[in-house]
């Protein structure tokens, strides 16, 4: 009976271990996306008023429902991104599950009359959201009889704001191919020079950790602030040594600090905790969450934003 | 008139023996100069989905061993070299980035690149496979014969991270 019970926990711990050496990262998503350019020169822009100043942000749908050049290009690169094994998230389709999702939580009801609890933040963030955006612009010259495409393929990183691929150039001009196959030739011949440096990007991910950013914030209600001391030392500086023992090589750079907010970029973490598990910016920041409510006795709301971007607003919950 | 027989076979057969030798050591030789990179790659257009058309220079005494050896260059080249592109063809980088990749997967690429081997399936003669003079030059004792080449670019990355010799863009994900 004993001998059986010494069995099944070696039998439990070898599948633990197994089980956490095989663990896999937090995949990001990538959607493709006209760039800013694009859509300004093909006139899919909208047009708001924010106090005063008149706003043009792209109109993605509009696009979308009227440029069949467009879908091609989205669905070419879908399509060679699938084969590389990365399937990406496709814009159309993520513009209908939002509006779909809102008509639905704007009619769910439970049996007792209530509904769906909704801030104004969660408002704001129902929007399109990818990891990495690849923004795409291409642009026709005409010399004569002669066309050719200026293709451009953007790598951009959601929350580092970096540009971690890229591929661009102009295709060789034709005096008889039709734009659809112009553009078919651009995103064929370029595709893999993007992947290149997307795999380049992966590869520093998994040596050196994934790049994240942390805000650290104060609700105005806390009576203290990051420049009070704390542990003999002020707040801010006991964060900014959590930061440093908690990221890989003590990898960060703290952009910006006040007593009121603290803006930490460059951040590395560890891809996986010390169980193994896969991390991403919000499981790392809850390590900190913790840290100031043990070690400090202090509240903090955390918030979070994909992959790789962490709030956390000290004072409250 | 049997001796005589006898000792125009003897002198056939020496021809023959020295012909093939000498063929055999412009082979070797090649390959020796894939192994060193000593070959060009140029982007010759946009290949059709999945494939690079490009023109590969290499280098023999004998131009029937530069052509052959053309294809086992042009894989050898799309894996470890890359090529630089021209007005209108972009570049593209090798297919590994790893520069001790030759080296740490020895084996592999032993079989890989043995004559008349797997390397094959992956590249075809674009064409009639005609060489135009242009492309046939003599370079001192050596022929530098440029050979237009069409590679299944994906089917050998497939194949290559279906070994595990290079990753695939998702995995560790």
Redesign the interface.
């Known amino acids: 009976m004993k001998n059986n019970l010494k069995i099944s926990f070696i039998a439990f711990l070898l599948l633990v271990s197994i089980s956490g050496a095989f663990s ?5 998503t990538i959607m493709v996306v006209p760039s800013d350019v694009w859509c300004n020169t093909n006139g899919y822009m909208t047009e708001f008023d924010n106090q005063g100043t008149k706003i043009k942000v792209p109109d993605y749908k509009r696009a979308l429902q009227e440029n069949a050049d467009l879908l091609l290009v989205i669905s070419k690169i879908n399509e ?2 699938t ?4 399937p990406l998230k496709n814009l159309e389709s993520c513009m209908k599950t939002l509006t779909d999702q809102s008509a639905e939580d704007a009619m769910l009801s439970s049996k007792g009359g209530a509904s769906v609890n909704e801030s104004p933040i969660d408002k704001l963030k129902k929007v399109a959201k990818a990891d990495i955006w690849m923004q795409m612009t291409w642009t026709v010259a005409t010399t004569g009889p002669k066309k ?1 495409i200026t293709f451009v393929l953007q790598g951009l990183d959601a929350y580092t704001d970096k540009q971690v691929a890229g ?1 661009s ?5 034709s005096f008889t191919a039709e734009l659809p196959v112009l553009l078919q ?1 651009a995103v ?3 595709i ?2 993007f ?2 440096q ?3 990007h ?2 520093d991910l ?1 040596a050196n950790g994934r790049e994240i950013i942390l805000r650290i914030k104060t609700w105005d209600s806390w009576d203290g602030d990051l420049q009070k001391d704390f542990g003999g030392e002020e707040l801010g500086s006991q964060i900014e040594k959590w930061v440093s023992s908690n990221t890989v090589a003590g990898r960060f750079s703290t952009s910006d600090a006040t007593e009121n907010m603290m803006l930490f970029e460059q951040v590395r973490i560890p891809l996986y905790d010390a169980a193994n598990k896969a991390v991403d910016a919000r499981g790392w920041a809850k390590g900190l969450q913790k840290y100031l409510k043990d070690t400090y006795q202090l509240d903090a709301k955390l918030m979070m934003k994909g992959l790789g971007q962490a709030q956390l607003v000290i004072g409250e919950k | 008139m049997r001796k005589i027989v006898n000792l125009s076979s003897l002198v056939l057969f020496m021809i023959l023996g020295v012909s093939m030798s000498v063929s055999a050591q412009a082979r070797k030789k090649a390959d020796k100069d894939t192994e060193n990179f000593r070959y060009e790659i140029e982007g010759v ?6 494939t690079y058309l490009i023109k590969v220079w290499s280098y023999s005494k004998k131009p029937v061993v530069a052509i052959e050896q053309a294809k086992k260059n042009a894989v050898h080249g799309i894996i470890f070299k890359g090529y630089t ?1 021209k ?7 090798a297919l590994t ?1 790893n520069p001790n990749l030759e080296n740490e997967k020895a084996d592999f690429f032993t079989d890989f690149f043995a004559d008349n081997s797997k390397y094959m399936k992956f590249v075809s003669v674009s064409g009639d496979g005609s060489i135009a003079a242009e492309d046939r030059l003599k370079v001192g004792k050596e022929y530098k014969v440029g050979v237009v080449l069409s590679v299944n ?2 089917a050998l990355r497939k194949d290559l ?1 279906a070994a595990g010799v290079i ?7």
């Open positions: 896999q990262a937090k995949k990001p060679l991104m084969e590389r094994g990365f050719s591929a150039g102009t295709g060789a001009p030739e064929i011949a370029h893999d020079n992947n290149g997307l795999q380049k992966f590869d998994f | 257009g946009v290949g059709t989905q999945g592109g007005q209108g063809v972009p570049g593209q980088k980035s670019v994906d991270e990753k695939g863009l998702g995995s560790g994900f």
